[in-house]
């Protein structure tokens, strides 16, 4: 699959499952709020992932800016929402992505990719003949298409998708997305099917899927139902991150059921039922 095929799904956009079918190649916007080519918001090494990607030479993180979610509660909504960043050529992105490898980093993360692949795809083709050879990964919200996934096969090593809600009245309210969960669960699976369960050597993840969960305030019984899904339905084996840091970031403060912190014993109650279904926990 080359990227040219991905920039024809530009022409009237079905890059990921809102299928907006704007004509991104011709400057319209639309969900995304990005037009045709690559805005990027920051790229640095970063030390605050997961463990297994930082390393001694930090994950080298390119945050591209827009989402094709909603989330009210998003704590990076200045460039998510508001878009901040500054547009790039697919030179320009293939030589950040060769200089977070020059620098020591062990990784090129591709934070919030979805939206924009066509570009990165392009990006990623020159930089992989002028050298770039440390894994890459896919870090996104997991509302996924299976037809750009499949595009995509061979080019990600790392899959790290989140895993929000499995109840559609949550995602409808929370993230603007009544189909995310169905779409999440196709995702995960296909991701699953792509690299398989994590593996990890020297300390660091080479390959695989590694799933992010972000437990939410009265949200124990969602989170057990996803931690369920991964372990009967993708792998018992499959390498989670259960975080506990929610803050009623953006908009959350509006909604009543999400405008806390998420408690002490919330947060201990998911990661004991994902240590008793036998998951892989950092």
């Known amino acids: 699959m080359t990227a040219a095929d991905l920039r024809d799904q530009l022409a009237r956009c079905t890059l990921c499952p809102r299928h907006c079918g704007a004509n991104r190649r011709k400057g319209e916007l639309g969900f995304c709020g990005i ?5 990027v918001a920051s790229a640095a090494p970063h030390f605050g992932e997961e463990s297994v990607l930082v390393g001694s030479g930090g994950s080298g993180t390119i945050f591209f800016s827009g989402c094709n979610l909603g989330c009210v509660f998003c704590q990076n909504h200045d460039i998510s929402h508001g878009r901040a960043g500054r547009q790039v050529s697919p030179e320009r992105l293939a030589r950040l992505m060769l200089e977070l490898q020059a620098i020591g980093c062990h990784n090129v993360n591709w934070v919030t990719p979805t939206h924009q692949i066509a570009v990165v795809v392009e990006a990623f083709g020159l930089a992989r003949e002028n050298g770039l050879r440390v894994p890459i990964v896919y870090n ?7 037809k750009t996934l499949r595009r ?9 998708p989140d895993a929000k809600f499995v109840r559609t009245e949550t995602a409808a309210r929370y993230l603007n997305a009544p189909d995310y969960p169905a779409a999440m669960k196709a995702a995960v699976l296909e991701m699953h099917r792509q690299v398989g369960d994590l593996e990890i050597r020297d300390g660091l993840a080479v390959r695989g899927l590694l799933v992010r969960h972000l437990v939410m305030p009265n949200g124990v019984e969602e989170s057990e139902a996803i931690l369920g899904f991964l372990a009967e339905e993708v792998s018992p084996k499959t390498y989670v991150n259960v975080m506990g ?10 909604f009543a059921d999400i405008a806390r912190p998420v408690s002490a014993a919330e947060y201990l109650a998911v990661c004991e039922h994902a240590e008793r279904l036998g998951l892989r926990l950092p």
């Open 35 to 39: 037009g045709p080519e690559a805005v």
């Open 140 to 146: 996104c919200g997991g509302y996924e298409s299976i």
């Open 152 to 160: 995509i096969e061979g080019i990600v090593d790392i899959y790290m």
């Open 245 to 254: 840091q929610y803050r009623p970031y953006f908009r959350a403060s509006e």
